[in-house]
Each structure stands twice: as C-alpha cells, then as structure tokens.
C-alpha cells in the first residue's frame, strides 16, 4: 500500500551545471569561472524538495534517465526526504543544463539538452499515487500535467500550477487549476500584448481562485476574489536566483497547507525565494522553517 503524502509534484528533473562569471564568455576565447556547482532542477522537482525542508510530506512523479545523471537526482531529492518511488527511469540519458550565473546581479542563463527517451505522459501515471494527497503541483499543461490535474479535482486536492511553459493543452488544463502562479517569462510569451492586471484576470476567467503573477526582485502580485494583492520582494544578498521561483511555489504550498491568508501566503513565499538565493544551485539554498520565520 502506497502511504499518503501532503503534497504530490508532476514535472520535470534535470541535473544542473551551474558556473559563476564575469560575463559571457566569447566563441574563440576562455573564461574562468568563480564558483562551480552541480545541483537538481526542475520546477515540480525543486518545489517538493523545498516543501521537504520545510517539514511537508511530498512526492516527486517524472521521468530520468537510467544513468549516472538520474542515480544523482534521485539521491538528491532522497536526501531531502521526498518520496521518489514513482519517478520513472529511461532508458538513455537524462536532461542536463549548463546554467551561467552572473557574479554581479545573480542572474542566469540556461543551455540545455533534453532526455534522449520519451518524457512523461498520462498513461505512465498511478493513480493510487496521488492518493490522500491535499495538493497537487504540476509544471507543464502537458498530458501527464492534464491526467493529475483531473485525478487531483476528482480526489478534492487543491491543483497549484507553476506555470512556466506554454503548452497545446494549457487552454484545457487551466480550468483545472486552483492556483494558477506563472512567471512573467510565461505571461509575456502567451499574452504578449496585455497588461498585469489584464493577465491575472484572464487566468482567474479560465477558472483559477487565485492567479498569481511573480516579478523576480520587482516581488509578485496576485488576485484573488477580485482583489489584488502586491508584494515585494525581500531584500536579501543575491548568489544565484536559480530555483528562486520553485521555491516561491513550494514555500506558497507550505502557507496553504497551513490555512494562511494570500497576503501572508505570497510574504510567506517571496522569504523562501529570497533565502533560496543564497547559494550557488537551484536546491542548494532552500531554507528550513526556523530561517524562513526569522527572515519575516
């Protein structure tokens, strides 16, 4: 019998090549790096990473490959105690990126390759997986995205989309989605030509309580029942802000699952963001309780 878990993530893993520069290096010439770390990403994954260290019971369902690249994000996300039982092994390689962060803002730049097997799809799901779970994260409106979202409403868990791909489903999953929280990267490239304002209506029109929009170190706004919520960022010392956004979500999963209301949720959220900043790699910094409340 499969025990039940808080929080269930759908989504992507990678392993992460991340490198501290000056600046981009030039074809023809060499570039030091600063710092070098290698790490696990992937939004779904690195929010239940997250949501682990925050002391919530979480499970990682995806797909890696069966090399040396998936044994090494399996035994990260172990480590923080998530459960990866179901996370599927290709046979061939895993997703990898090289992330180049900019020693003076903290920024990044992502060069990726993809696995080389099929990725995840509905009919690779259990049900019984997502089974006693009170929430449901899900990165991508893909069909393994659309499959949870639906056993999710049909369990009565709580759907939290991490929007940060467009997707041919997202018109059919995002009625399923309870918290619809997306990045500008993502607004910007599906709405293109429309205001703040304009985009969390839209999203709160296809059917999400609560839509979110998240700035980077501008902080985040959001809407709920009509109203709007702005927050801003914290003011912290910035490393690396890969993984700040999952963290955001994971950190906003812990203060739903602890009945906050969403100005103290999306504060809740930004602290775990910002602490997340502090170290070189996507899961390297994710705060534990004790350092998210003394930071509020």
């Not at 994954?45 to 979480?58: D, N, P, Y």
């Amino acid at each position: 019998m499969i025990e039940a878990v808080d929080v269930v993530g759908v989504g992507m893993i990678t392993t992460d090549y991340l490198y501290r520069v000056p600046r981009l290096p030039t074809f023809g010439a060499s570039l030091r790096a600063s710092a070098y770390s290698r790490a696990c990403g992937g939004p779904a994954a690195t929010a239940m990473a997250c949501l682990a260290r925050l002391g919530v019971s979480t499970r990682f369902i995806g797909k890696t490959g069966n090399d040396g690249e998936g044994d090494f994000v399996c035994g990260e996300l172990l480590r923080f105690g998530v459960d990866v039982s179901p996370l599927l092994r290709g046979d061939g390689a895993s997703r990898v990126a090289t992330v180049l962060v900019d020693e003076r803002s903290g920024e990044r730049g992502f060069l990726s390759w993809p696995e080389s097997f099929q990725p995840l799809t509905g009919a690779d799901l259990r049900r019984e997986d997502f089974t006693g779970a009170q929430v449901v994260l899900i990165d991508d409106a893909d069909s393994a995205g659309l499959q949870a979202a639906q056993w999710a409403r049909q369990a009565g868990a709580a759907v939290v989309f991490d929007g940060t791909w467009q997707n041919d489903h997202l018109e059919e999953f995002l009625p399923l989605v309870d918290h619809a929280i997306v990045s500008e990267f993502f607004a910007r490239r599906w709405l293109p030509d429309i205001d703040v304002d304009e985009i969390l209506q839209r999203l709160i029109d296809m059917g999400a309580d609560t839509a979110v929009l998240t700035l980077g170190e501008r902080g985040c706004v959001s809407l709920q029942e009509g109203v709007r919520v702005d927050c801003p960022a914290f003011d912290t010392q910035v490393v690396d802000t890969t993984g700040a956004g999952d963290a955001f979500h994971g950190g906003y999963v812990a203060a739903l699952l602890e009945g906050m209301d969403l100005p103290s949720r999306l504060r809740f959220a930004a602290a775990t963001a910002a602490l997340n900043c502090r170290f070189l790699g996507g899961q390297h910094g994710l705060p534990t309780r004790d350092e998210v409340d003394i930071l509020l």
